[in-house]
């Protein structure tokens, strides 16, 4: 068993998530193990900030940029994204 921040990695912090956060139902971002389940996600969110009840889980996989150093390419690695939706009223205070 995984503790909660061995699944959960960072959080997301850009301009669209933000606007996100100040909905009725605040959403966040958080990238996660690739390995991760929405279950496992759940309630590693609900470990890590004590008090927060999770609503819904919604995941997506992102696809790595590519990139160039003169002659050689390479990749970035894909990397796993989930919109944590908590009810109404919470919030996770990330900074």
Known sequence: MKTPF??????VITEKTTKGQSLESPQYAFMV???????????????AFPGVKVRNVNSMIVKGK????R??????????????????GQTIDLY
Not at 33 to 47: H, L, T
Not at 66 to 69: A, D, E, I, L, P
Not at 71 to 88: A, C, E, F, N, S
């Open 6 to 11: 061995e699944v959960i990695i960072r959080p």
């Open 33 to 47: 193990q690739r390995d991760a389940d929405k279950g496992q996600v759940r309630s590693a969110v609900e470990a």
């Open 66 to 69: 590519k990139r160039r150093v």
């Open 71 to 88: 002659v050689q390419q390479g990749k970035r690695p894909d990397w796993k994204k989930v919109i944590v939706t908590l009810h109404k």
